[in-house]
Nanobody, 125 residues
């Protein structure tokens, strides 16, 4: 089992900044990607940013230029630096990781997909 723990959420004024962190722990062979999603009340969960084990990053259009995902996959940690926050960024933010749990000759790579419990971000004056 892989566990994800997020931290760094809170209340911030519009234009402010927050830094979210997510650390994965548990038995796994490797991490393929670490991702941040968010879900605002009454809306579907959406991808905010992702980073692969090779360092390739991907962002939602709504956060490009304002948010930066970074981290050390080898240390099982990812961060999301959020700048110039807007009220529409208010949401619960969730970390997700896709991993290789183990590999066998018969089955090849056995993969897992795990979510954290989320951290709340509120952007309000």
């Amino acid at each position: 089992q892989v566990h994800l723990v997020e931290s760094g959420g809170g209340l911030v004024q519009p234009g402010g900044s927050l830094r979210l962190s997510c650390t994965a722990s548990g038995r796994m062979l490797s991490i393929n990607t670490m991702e941040w999603y968010r879900q605002a009340p009454g809306k579907e969960r959406e991808l905010v940013a992702a980073i692969s084990s090779s360092g390739t990053t991907n962002y939602a259009e709504s956060v490009k230029g304002r948010f930066t995902i970074s981290g050390d996959i080898d240390k099982n940690t990812v961060h999301l630096q959020m700048n110039s926050l807007k009220s529409e960024d208010t949401a619960a933010y969730y970390c997700r990781t896709k991993v290789v749990l183990y590999t066998t000759i018969e089955r090849g790579d056995v993969r897992g997909d795990y979510w954290g419990q989320g951290t709340q971000v509120i952007v309000s004056s």
